[in-house]
T-cell receptor, first 115, second 108 residues
Framework: DAGITQSPRHKVTETGTPVTLRCHQT?????MYWYRQDPGHGLRLIHYSYGVKDTDKGEVSDGYSVSRSKTEDFLLTLESATSSQTSVYFCAISDVWTLTTGELFFGEGSRLTVL | GQQVMQIPQYQHVQEGEDFTTYCNSS?????IQWYKQRPGGHPVFLIQLVKSGEVKKQKRLTFQFGEAKKNSSLHITATQTTDVGTYFCAGNMGDMRFGAGTRLTVKP
């Protein structure tokens, strides 16, 4: 498995609180992604990064922000968590942009419950 | 928004039976990838198809990409209990759009 670590793996929080999920990779891959997985929806892209301090929005970015200050770390922040953000969050990395031939390597996932 | 539709949502088979899942897109795809996610696990890359009409095989798994590059299928011959999991397609339409997945269960 690719060297991807997500933390925390499980978190329960209350509506309105801020939450930060961390993704750490040891593969030195340029591209990093945050997906959420919900039943009936597959995986949906939240934000992605194509380099340090270079990020962009994905399909479902509302309510989320990201930061990438180092190649190895990609943070996902929920400024004020809502129940609709209860989900399993996956970080993924690739060494080439998925527009071409990029295989995605996924982390183990972070299960977030917002009460 | 643009979507990749995947059917069926669930499939329950007897061990030894075949299994097929289908993906369809309303737009032409640059390429399509397939992933498998075991229960409680994370998605793992299986294969990528790029060319129109492409067919690739991995042991009992056969992957096809349609001539118009708008549909794809994954066929498993003689399923085994180790095939259990959810199979996702991901179509490249500028970014990777995942289908909702087909959850396969296999009865021994």
């Amino acid at each position: 498995d690719a060297g991807i670590t997500q933390s925390p793996r499980h978190k329960v929080t209350e509506t309105g609180t801020p939450v930060t999920l961390r993704c750490h990779q040891t593969e030195n891959h340029r591209y990093m992604y945050w997906y959420r997985q919900d039943p009936g929806h597959g995986l949906r892209l939240i934000h992605y990064s194509y380099g340090v301090k270079d990020t962009d929005k994905g399909e479902v970015s509302d309510g989320y922000s990201v930061s990438r200050s180092k190649t190895e770390d990609f943070l996902l922040t929920l400024e004020s968590a809502t129940s609709s953000q209860t989900s399993v969050y996956f970080c993924a990395i690739s060494d080439v942009w998925t527009l071409t031939t990029g295989e995605l390597f996924f982390g183990e996932g972070s299960r977030l419950t917002v009460l | 928004g643009q979507q990749v539709m995947q059917i069926p949502q669930y499939q329950h088979v007897q061990e030894g039976e075949d299994f097929t899942t289908y993906c369809n897109s309303s737009t032409t795809l640059s390429n399509i990838q397939w992933y498998k996610q075991r229960p409680g696990g994370h998605p793992v890359f299986l294969i990528q198809l790029v060319k129109s009409g492409e067919v690739k095989k991995q042991k009992r798994l056969t992957f096809q990409f349609g001539e118009a590059k708008k549909n794809s299928s994954l066929h498993i011959t003689a399923t085994q209990t180790t095939d259990v999991g959810t199979y996702f397609c991901a179509g490249n339409m500028g970014d990777m759009r995942f289908g909702a997945g087909t959850r396969l269960t296999v009865k021994p």
